[in-house]
């Protein structure tokens, strides 16, 4: 344990304002369990703090990080510090990232960078910051990325010539002068909203008017014909580029849309061309209780890795700077305008409930669309269940998938009960559904059907999960959600995805098949067969037949309502606890009787 590093933490955090988040206690160990301290190996020193949107307030008090020398990586963005830059940060000599963005930081920025020689990143924008940038900057010979953007800087631009440097962002500030030629390879951009002057320092993109012949000054000019065949040849040309980067770009695309999963779990970034240009007036919105902190670019930068394509845009697991992950949705044909898809995350960000999964933040804009969750490890029920992913079918024995179902029941009923009983989740199928922390079924994607264009019916009708009388998306109601509720609860007990294709390549609908098979009286035949080792459960079993059954009903009227759900599916073992006891503590096995179910007759027309 750095004893010594630990106090000093301790003072620093006694000294500030901070949101209950910061779980610092002396008598835990600051290595294992403090939350944003990571240790070297050895557990001897401090080597990294991050406290993004810890809600710390007041300045940076006197001598208290700067005594952890052996830290390097400094992550304080998105807090409401104020003060000078802290002195003391001077004896921090092995940094090598310093973020302190989005914060109330002021007076000048220090004189000597060269103090942290192995610096790489440094971010103070969205500051007060002012006077001047400091010319040492350009011996940090290791610097890839400086953000001072939306500060009050003022004077010249220093010539930093660093080579490594791939990142720069000087915008909205009050510098003048001219941008120094090595900074020249920059986009605009990164010195827009500052006084600099004029065209000499950066060149427009596409001269808009040829330049003027002085008067009298006869003119060197090209033929008309030599012009012609120029601006015929430049266009030429220019179809060629862009065709060519239509083609990149197309490839691009379907290389995602049909590349198997394997291969779709490389590395990249959400930054796309239009995603790149954060548009002032939209901001990320964050949830109450999320204890993220980040802005756009932070996410778009982040390392991400495709888990999918899904119904309404690709899905991404991003890991942020701060060494959170979290689940990215990029929607596309979001049909509704802004106010709408802000009305609706409203709705859907104030659930509170142990089986739905939250919305942690939101983005909108013209261009984006974004939704962020949390990151479930796990995989989805769907993965679990038929072994794509997860941890394969054995991780699912009947008690998982039994508090699956109450869980999902549980969390569909709160949807309904949501925005005076508005609220329609749309698309509940196994692969939007989680396992929760007491190891209970947990929903997700909540209202986005009602967001998008419409989708097909030939497409929908694949899923499986809709409702029959389901022929718009949006118009998804409680009955159709109960609907797909029962689907779930057949694919648990049966193991057999929703739709299903056999050899002769003929498509068996599970609702019709498991209607068929319990109308011949072969009950037992349904079950998974994984499911045929646990004891004593065909009760249990055949309880929730039933209830499957009966939400699956082909009459919406006939199917009951989500509260009646939850309350017969708790019933199947009589225990409204959240642990329920194990049926693996069971010693002897035997095999489910074969019988026949009572169902009600209207449900078996399939
Ligand atoms: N929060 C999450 N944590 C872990 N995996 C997730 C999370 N959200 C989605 N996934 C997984 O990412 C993949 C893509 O998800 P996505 O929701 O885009 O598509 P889908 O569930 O297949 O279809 P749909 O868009 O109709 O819901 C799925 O395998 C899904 O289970």
Redesign the pocket.
């Known amino acids: 344990e750095p004893v010594e590093d630990k106090q000093a933490l301790l003072d620093f955090l006694d000294s500030m304002h901070h949101s209950p988040h910061v779980n610092w206690e002396e008598n835990t160990s600051v290595c294992q369990s403090w939350r944003g301290v990571t240790c070297n190996s050895d557990e001897s020193r401090v080597t990294a703090l991050r406290l993004p949107g810890a809600g710390l307030s007041g300045p940076i008090p006197p001598n208290t990080l700067s005594r952890l020398s052996a830290l390097e990586i400094v992550s304080l963005r998105s807090n409401g510090i104020s003060g000078p830059f802290p002195d003391g940060f001077s004896e921090l000599k092995n940094l090598t990232s310093l973020y302190l963005q989005s914060n109330k930081f002021s007076g000048p920025l220090p004189l000597d960078f060269s103090v942290w020689n192995n610096l790489s990143v440094v971010n103070l924008s969205n500051n007060y910051f002012n006077g001047s940038i400091p010319f040492s900057i350009s011996n940090l010979t290791h610097l890839t990325s400086l953000v001072l953007a939306n500060n009050s800087l003022t004077g010249e631009i220093p010539d930093l010539n660093i080579p490594s440097l791939e990142e720069l962002n000087l915008a909205y500030n009050n510098l003048s002068g001219v941008v120094p030629k090595s900074l020249l390879r920059f986009p605009s951009s990164a010195f827009a909203g500052n006084n600099l002057t004029s065209a000499t320092a950066l060149p427009p993109a596409f001269p808009v008017e040829p330049p003027a012949v002085p008067p009298g000054e006869k003119s060197k000019g090209l033929s008309e014909p030599a012009l012609l065949g120029i601006i015929i040849g430049a266009s030429v040309l220019g179809f060629v580029v862009i065709a060519g980067f239509l083609i990149v770009c197309c490839y691009q695309n379907a290389d995602v849309d049909v590349q198997p999963m394997k291969s779709q779990n490389k590395q990249t970034s959400l930054k796309t061309e239009s995603s790149g240009s954060q548009d002032k007036n939209n901001k990320i919105v964050f949830f109450e209780g999320s204890n993220l902190a980040f802005d756009l670019e932070d996410l778009l930068r982040a390392s991400a890795e495709i888990?999918?394509?899904?119904?309404?845009?690709m899905?991404y697991?991003a890991a942020l700077e701060d060494a959170t992950t979290v689940?990215v949705?990029r929607l596309k044909e979001v049909t509704v305008g802004k106010r709408d898809f802000e009305q609706q995350m409203e709705v859907v960000g104030r659930i509170k409930h142990d089986n739905v999964?939250a919305v942690r933040a939101y983005y909108y804009s013209k261009e984006e669309k974004l939704i962020v969750?949390?990151?479930?490890q796990q995989?989805?029920v769907?993965?679990m269940l038929h072994g794509k992913g997860g941890e394969g079918r054995s991780a699912l024995d009947w008690d998982s998938r039994l508090r699956i179902a109450i869980g999902a029941a549980r969390g569909i009923a709160r949807i309904h009960s949501q925005h005076g009983g508005k609220l329609v989740h749309g698309?509940i199928?196994a692969?939007?559904i989680?396992i929760n922390s007491q190891g209970y079924g947990c929903i997700?994607?909540i209202g986005l059907a009602t967001l998008m264009s419409p989708i097909p019916v030939p497409a929908m009708r694949t899923t499986g999960y809709r409702a029959p009388e389901l022929t718009d998306t949006r118009k998804a109601s409680h009955a159709s959600d109960v609907y797909s509720f029962g689907v779930l609860v057949l694919e648990l007990l049966t193991g057999k995805s929703p739709i299903n294709s056999t050899e002769g390549e003929q498509v068996v609908h599970l609702v019709r098949w498991v209607n068929s098979v319990v109308r011949e009286e072969w009950t037992a035949e349904v079950f998974d067969v994984e499911l045929l080792r646990y004891p004593n459960i065909e009760e249990e079993m055949v309880g929730m037949l039933q209830i499957g059954m009966a939400c699956a009903a082909r009459i919406p009227d006939q199917r009951p309502k989500m509260p009646d759900v939850v309350r017969m599916v708790e019933e199947i073992r009589r225990v409204n606890t959240p642990n329920l006891p194990s049926t693996e503590s069971r010693s002897e096995v035997s095999t489910p009787t074969p019988r026949a179910v009572d169902i009600p007759s209207t449900s078996v027309q399939q």
């Not at 888990?307 to 845009?313: A, D, E, I, N």
């Not at 969750?373 to 479930?376: G, I, S």
């Open positions: 888990l999918g394509k899904g119904t309404f845009g899905t697991k689940v949705k999964d969750y949390d990151y479930y995989g989805s769907s993965a698309n199928k692969s939007n989680f997700s994607d």
